[in-house]
């Protein structure tokens, strides 16, 4: 059972606004530098939830277990967030429609590759993923966020130093949002919307993989 589905919580007209609005504000600029800007905002707050999560590591004893633990699991929520909505406002700037149940499945194909993530045993591809159900779907969305969560917080030992820890998870967090975002706008910026993503559904199981 997904704890955590970023998909569902985000919202969508929110979204088609802010991308209408940067675009209008923006119109200088192609579809290439706006991405840009999304994948930089993003990232920034990537590194701050990673900062902000580590602060406790300040103090010694019961500050150093909240700031990897519980710190921790805080973070890779943030993460999930930051990095699905800047998928699909990615998508959003490449004129994908955000109603369309396809575009959300294309985004956890989209999520999945990111993450450098594959599928064990299934031989998943973008075609399974538009067929699957709705509960192989949210295990799909579940196993990515953890594969990158764990790739996110590999060093989260490092929470414990005082005050640098907090450097070091906003400067990795930072860097895997950036490394991320580069492979949806290149995703995005090189391949049309596909009607495949709108196809039958059915019920597989998969296993994702982090690198």
């Known amino acids: 059972m997904v704890i955590f589905n970023p998909f569902d919580h985000i919202n969508k007209k929110d979204i088609k606004k802010r991308i209408q609005k940067l675009k209008k504000k923006r119109s200088n600029l192609s579809?290439?530098?706006?991405?840009?800007?999304?994948?930089?905002?993003?990232?920034?707050?990537?590194?701050?939830?990673?900062?902000?999560?580590?602060?406790p590591g300040i103090v010694p004893g019961v500050g150093t277990l909240v700031a990897?633990?519980?710190g921790t699991l805080l973070d890779m929520t943030a993460m999930a967030f930051f990095i699905t909505e800047l998928i699909l406002e990615v998508?959003?700037?490449?004129?994908?429609?955000?109603?369309?149940?396809?575009?959300?499945?294309?985004?956890?194909?989209?999520?999945?590759?990111?993450?450098?993530?594959?599928?064990a045993g299934?031989?998943?591809?973008?075609?399974?993923?538009?067929?699957?159900?709705?509960?192989?779907?949210?295990?799909?969305?579940?196993q990515a966020l953890v594969a990158l969560?764990?790739?996110?917080?590999?060093?989260?030992?490092?929470?414990?130093?005082?005050?640098?820890?907090?450097?070091?998870?906003?400067?990795?967090?930072?860097?895997t949002c950036q490394k991320?975002?580069?492979?949806?706008?290149?995703?995005?910026?090189?391949?049309?919307?596909?009607d495949t993503w709108d196809g039958q559904t059915l019920d597989v199981e998969v296993e994702v993989k982090g690198e």
Request: charged content about 20%; proline content about 1%.
């Open 91 to 119: 998508a959003a700037v490449y004129d994908r429609d955000l109603d369309e149940s396809g575009t959300s499945r294309e985004a956890v194909w989209v999520l999945v590759s990111s993450v450098g993530a594959g599928a």
């Open 68 to 70: 990897v633990v519980g």
């Open 180 to 194: 991320v975002g580069s492979f949806v706008a290149k995703y995005y910026s090189e391949n049309g919307y596909a």
């Open 31 to 55: 579809y290439e530098e706006l991405c840009g800007l999304l994948i930089k905002k993003k990232s920034r707050l990537c590194a701050l939830a990673g900062g902000t999560t580590a602060l």
């Open 122 to 142: 299934s031989g998943l591809t973008n075609f399974t993923i538009s067929q699957l159900t709705s509960n192989a779907f949210k295990r799909l969305v579940e």
């Open 149 to 175: 969560g764990i790739r996110a917080s590999q060093r989260s030992f490092l929470r414990i130093i005082p005050l640098v820890g907090m450097f070091i998870a906003g400067g990795v967090n930072y860097y």
